[in-house]
């Protein structure tokens, strides 16, 4: 968090970035979608997690940073176990993530959402849920890769198709393209946050495949970084 508050330009990245891609995309399409809404509304859901795949993404690349500076290697020789070190890794980037999608909900009412009107358990829940998975997933490929142009290249190669395909742009039709939002991450995730601003809860029976997945999301990526981290800790000490 100290690190943070002092790198200012991060949170215009993660937070400016996206909120401008949402206005000009959102009111540009105009009035002709999503059952008669404007598109602004239907694509703020896919935006937010946008904040969220930004700020995952940076924030986990100072995995990269500290191995190289040698920090890294003074926590891993340190005789706490080392799913402390992921454990405290993916809270400050979830805590990062969820303070900036804070600012970027208050311009929920511009996309046609009344903040009355949000299910904030379930809003909470799907954020908390869908962050510490994209964190695991950022983590995952830091611990993997050992240059930060590396690491961008390869996860904007993972990352940035998996959003595209999860129903954040335009809805997954019949066919291929509802089989991989299946089984993409960001599907459930984006799914999720676009029934909690609508005021649906994920507890209900008909949206419970949701919240399912995005559990099942969380344990299948953090067992993968974990994995990861266990796989190159030695290397990196």
Known sequence: MLRFKVERSRWLGAVVQPLLFW??????????????????????????????????????????????????????VRPQARLGVLLG???????????????????????????LDVSPFSLLFTLIAGTVGLASMSLAGAWILNSIPGYHSIMAIVLFPLWILS?????????????????????????GVRLSLSGESLLQATHAPVAVGLLVIVFVLFTAAFLSMRRTGVQAV
């Open 89 to 115: 890794k993916i809270a400050s980037v979830t805590t990062l993530a969820l303070g900036q999608v804070a600012l970027f909900l208050l311009a929920s009412p511009l996309a046609g959402f009344r903040l």
């Open 167 to 191: 129903g954040a742009m335009f809805p997954l039709s019949d066919g291929w393209l509802s089989f991989l939002g299946l089984a993409n991450p960001l599907a459930y995730f984006v799914q």
């Open 23 to 76: 206005a000009m995309i959102g009111f540009g399409m105009g009035r002709h979608f999503a059952g008669g809404k404007g598109y602004e509304t239907y694509f703020f859901p896919g935006s937010l997690v946008m904040v969220v795949l930004f700020t995952t993404m940076f924030a986990s690349m100072s995995i990269i940073e500290d191995r190289n500076s040698g920090f890294l290697q003074a926590v891993l």
